[in-house]
């Protein structure tokens, strides 16, 4: 039997077990389940004949601590860290974020305690929040040189190591398209949210009634999609915080915003053609993977973190799988049309108050080597599956939607905004989004919703 009839076999036999759960995966969606320690993976060799790097043999012994909050690289991380320690004689220990703690409350306990790590790995927001006080600065790393784009400033100084790019937008199956069309399908012949309109129109009327597959959880709804009236004001993170301000503050209305319209106008689009119209909130997100593989669908509003459902639903690393924009308006002159939403969504912050002056050092040696090593590049993209901001790194990713996100990265077609939004934020005002999917309010209540939200933030 076929990977994907198997896949959706058992999506089908779970789905009344799981019917009314949440999947919430790591914060925000920004990962997958955790390493599950009886799957069989398949390694991709990793070539280590050659290394160039320069290691400081004053750091041989030097013992040091990484805490990770990215559950699903956990081995991964284990596996760098004990291929750094033949060839640098450092040890790090992995500490993985366990479940039921936020990455934020774990270091900020550890610090209480005395006992802080001397490596984290953060979301944006905890790094900003934790920056000038903690963590130990980094402004004059050669490697901020490889990564310009990605690193986040906080007063002008950087306290942080952008692990990884991920992006997000509307994931497509160029397969199925063509297959549903019956030509070819070229993904930068549709510039506008008309034209997209368009290609869903043409697809219903060849036989695919719904093709938009649109997940239901708060997360994507608040935080995935929801972002983007900040993020893409114009494209920027201070852009986005600019707006946040003005919201919180009252000096925008946003009744008069003109992101939030086109936000709506191009989820409307979506949720007119979704799969699960009929019942939108009780759409099943493996489910949604599964339709994608097998072309029940063509789209998926998603990001490059989803590769790993897709992959359990029978997808293949040679699939012609990648993303288009996330359509706001008819203006091809505007970035919103043409760019994908990319950025650094970890960073690794070294401790500046109790690590001393050696530990620190080592660190930094392991995030140079992440960098500057042959062995060190490959791992980040081959071991770990991330998709590196460093310039320098020559290693594709392996996966389709990794590298699609790379190629339009490297090739200037993403923009590198972050909205940075309290914990709550994907949560409340998911509930708010869910509630306007199903139907059961209008953008007038929803725009309400919005600004009862920030005016309560002040």
């Not at 219903?204 to 009236?229: C, F, N, T």
């Not at 709506?264 to 119209?277: G, I, P, Q, S, T």
């Not at 897709?310 to 012609?320: H, K, P, R, S």
């Not at 209008?442 to 919005?450: A, G, P, S």
Request: glycine letters at 6%.
């Amino acid at each position: 039997m076929k990977k994907k009839a198997v896949a959706r076999m058992l999506a089908a036999a779970l789905a009344g077990v799981l019917g009314v759960s949440t999947l919430t995966g790591c914060t925000f969606g920004f990962a997958s389940d955790p390493d599950d320690p009886n799957e069989t993976k398949k390694e991709i060799p990793i070539d280590t004949s050659k290394d160039t790097f320069a290691y400081d043999s004053s750091l041989e012994g030097t013992k040091i601590t990484l805490l990770n909050s990215k559950a699903e690289i956990q081995n991964a991380l284990e596996k760098m860290a004990a291929q750094f320690e033949k060839k640098a004689g450092i040890n790090i220990e992995v500490m993985p974020v366990t479940d039921g703690d936020s990455p934020y409350t774990k270091v900020v306990s550890m610090y209480n305690s005395g006992t802080p790590p001397t490596m984290a790995i953060l979301d944006t927001t905890d790094v900003i929040a934790l920056a000038e006080e903690k963590a130990l600065d980094l402004s004059s790393e050669k490697w901020i040189t490889e990564a310009e784009e990605y690193v986040t400033r906080v007063n002008d100084k950087v306290y942080s190591f952008p692990l990884c790019i991920e992006g997000r937008g509307i994931i497509y199956n160029k397969t199925v398209l063509e297959e549903t069309l019956g030509r070819e399908f070229d993904p930068a012949s549709v510039t506008t949210l008309e034209e997209f309109q368009d290609l869903l129109q043409e697809l219903a009327d060849a036989g695919m009634e719904r093709p938009v597959s649109m997940a239901k959880e708060d997360w994507s709804l608040g935080a995935h999609q929801l972002q983007y009236i900040y993020e893409t004001e114009d494209g920027t993170s201070p852009g986005a915080q600019k707006v946040i301000e003005e919201i919180k503050d009252g000096s925008l209305d946003l009744a008069e915003y003109d992101r939030l319209d086109q936000f709506l106008d191009m989820f409307d689009v979506l949720r007119e053609y979704n799969v699960a119209k009929g019942d939108p909130l009780g759409a099943d997100y493996d489910e949604m993977a599964i339709d994608l593989a097998d072309g029940k669908t063509a789209f998926w509003f998603n990001g490059n973190w989803a590769w790993s459902n897709l992959e359990e639903a029978g997808a293949e690393t040679e699939d012609e799988y990648g993303f288009l924009p996330y359509f706001m308006n008819n203006d091809t002159e505007d970035f919103v049309n043409s760019k994908i939403q990319a950025s650094p969504s970890k960073q690794v912050m070294i401790d500046g108050q109790v690590a001393d002056e050696k530990q620190q050092a080592a660190a930094k040696e392991f995030l140079n080597w992440i960098v500057y090593s042959e062995i060190g590049q490959q791992m980040i993209v081959k071991t770990a599956n991330l998709i590196p901001p460093f310039q320098n790194n020559p290693c594709e990713p392996t996966d389709p939607l990794s590298r699609d996100i790379y190629n339009k990265a490297h090739e200037g077609q993403t923009f590198n905004a972050s909205a940075i939004v309290p914990n709550d934020h994907w949560a409340v005002l998911g509930a708010s989004m869910q509630k306007y999917l199903a139907g059961r309010s209008d953008r007038e209540e929803l725009t309400k919703d919005i600004e009862k939200y920030w005016a309560e933030q002040k």
